[in-house]
């Protein structure tokens, strides 16, 4: 029988991968799978501190793959607007 603490389990592996990585794109794609995995136990387990926090989490890293920070070079200070 499937049970829902396995997915917090599973959530939980996703972001101790996430924490091993190098890449910022792999971290953050990691990380929202984690997310999802972490809204549907928090949805599922009825947890909705859980389900709440990781939706927001999910929408940032979401928009921060779709628009990545530019890098300002080392020594320049960015330019203000």
């Known amino acids: ?10 959530a939980g592996i996703f972001l101790l991968l996430m ?4 890449s910022v794109t792999y971290m953050r794609a990691f990380n929202v799978a984690g997310n999802l995995t972490f809204i549907l136990y928090g949805y599922l387990a009825e947890v909705w501190p859980v389900l709440f926090l990781n939706t927001a989490m999910l929408l940032l890293h979401v928009y921060r793959l779709a628009y990545p920070a530019q890098a300002t070079p080392p020594g320049k200070a960015a330019a203000s607007s």
């Open 19 to 22: 924490a091993s990585m190098k």
């Open 1 to 10: 029988m499937f049970s829902v603490d396995l997915l917090g389990y599973i």
